[in-house]
């Protein structure tokens, strides 16, 4: 909420002074876009250096303790694991997961067939597209929901 206050301090009043306040927080729906987004950008550089021939290294922190017991961050190696595989005709089969489940990316379809590495990265930039115009806002919300069901399953075990 931004409201206007003249004020005629010396110094400040060539300014337009205002009273406002930051909000922080984002939507849960604008939060899995992020969190989605990210992990297709992951994905164009697996498929990227897939192309280049090189490996991909992505790398977090983690705290553990040393030989004297105390606490200190490391940074270690992140699996990254393809969201591609190969068909039996050669080409190509993409499918977009958040978390552990598999978007449908239509009402009938889960995947995107691709014909080579070069089009993987066309189809992950694509989609990364439309995750961020808010296309698969429906499609990421029931994966979501699927996501958090299977955690509070095995919370009550």
């Given at each position: 909420m931004v409201t206007a206050t003249a004020t005629a301090t010396t110094g400040l009043a060539g300014l337009k002074l205002i009273t406002a306040t930051r909000?922080?927080?984002?939507?849960?729906?604008?939060?899995?876009?992020?969190?989605?987004?990210?992990?297709?950008?992951?994905?164009?550089?697996?498929?990227?250096?897939?192309?280049?021939?090189?490996?991909?290294?992505?790398?977090?922190?983690?705290?553990?303790?040393?030989?004297?017991?105390?606490?200190?961050?490391?940074?270690?190696?992140?699996?990254?694991?393809?969201?591609w595989w190969q068909l039996e005709n050669g080409k190509l089969a993409l499918s977009v997961r958040y978390g552990s489940r598999v978007i449908q990316l239509n009402a009938k379809t889960n995947?995107?067939?691709?014909?080579?590495?070069?089009?993987?990265?066309?189809?992950?930039?694509?989609i990364k597209t439309a995750v961020e115009a808010g296309e698969l806002d429906e499609q990421i919300l029931k994966a979501s929901v699927k996501l958090r069901e299977g955690f509070k399953i095995s919370a009550t075990k």
């Open positions: 909000d922080n927080a984002i939507s849960d729906t604008q939060h899995r876009r992020n969190k989605l987004s990210k992990k297709l950008a992951e994905q164009i550089e697996l498929a990227k250096c897939q192309v280049e021939g090189r490996t991909y290294t992505q790398t977090k922190t983690k705290t553990i303790k040393n030989a004297e017991g105390i606490r200190v961050n490391v940074d270690v190696a992140k699996t990254v694991r393809a969201w995947a995107v067939e691709c014909a080579n590495y070069a089009d993987v990265i066309n189809v992950l930039t694509t």
